[in-house]
């Protein structure tokens, strides 16, 4: 149980156009869902969480506006890089709780790797 | 703030060796800690927690044991196997929502 998917797994795009990414729970309704960046050979860097129903909560220093997340249901949340840079390129990965997070139980996406060239 | 800090990898042992993965975190209040492996091409899994001081979260032959008195949670395994290659992370909760992770320490087993 508690199966997290995205999709793609990886995405090429070009300078200038937007991406977006699916994070969906499988077989759980999560109440939040977590966005992380992951650099080669370091660790996860939380972007934002998300509530469903309500605006995501971005961490300092992450462009909310370049970095859009639509969280409508139980299920789904996407994360749309708009604009995309080649220093965009990066390991997204989601993560999503049912219980808002709070005793840390959260459920990971296998990732998505994006590359702008 | 919150912080995790794990040993430098990457790790190299030969089957059926002792592991132990070192961590010690910083934190605020009295945190949840955890243990998270990523194998090649998947997710994050949790391997195992430990929410309060002396508990010993346990999974798959991991052990790790929630030392306060010297912020610690050290990931230790007695005989491991080429199966348990991985990327292993720390992480601690502490009441807000977010994991705060270590920098994941990178595990191969030699047969």
């Known amino acids: 149980g508690a199966v997290v998917s995205q999709h793609p797994s990886w995405v090429i795009c070009k300078s200038g156009t937007s991406v977006k990414i699916e994070c969906r729970s499988l077989?759980?309704?999560?109440?939040?869902m977590f966005w992380y960046r992951q650099f080669p050979k370091q660790s996860l860097m939380l972007m934002a969480t998300s509530n469903e129903g309500s605006k995501a909560t971005y961490e300092q220093g992450v462009e909310k506006d370049k970095f859009l997340i639509n969280h409508a249901s139980l299920t789904l949340s996407t994360l749309t890089v708009t604009s995309a840079h080649p220093e965009d390129s990066s390991f997204y990965i989601c993560s999503a709780s049912e219980d808002r997070g709070l005793k840390g139980e959260q459920y990971f996406g296998p990732g998505t790797r994006l590359t702008v060239t | 703030g919150d912080s995790v800090t794990q040993m430098e990898g990457p790790v190299t042992l030969s089957e059926e060796a002792f592991l132990t993965i070192n961590c010690t975190y910083t934190a605020t209040g009295y945190p949840s800690l955890f243990w998270y492996v990523q194998y090649p091409g998947e997710g994050l899994q949790l391997l195992l927690k430990?929410?309060?001081?002396?508990d010993k979260g346990s999974n798959k032959g991991f052990e790790a044991t929630y030392r306060k008195e010297t912020t610690s949670f050290h990931l230790e395994k007695g005989s491991v196997q080429v199966s348990d290659s991985a990327v292993y992370f720390c992480a601690l909760t502490a009441g807000a929502q977010k994991l705060v992770f270590g920098q994941g320490t990178r595990l191969t087993i030699n047969p």
């Open positions: 430990a929410t309060k001081a002396d």
């Open positions: 077989d759980f309704q999560a109440t939040t």
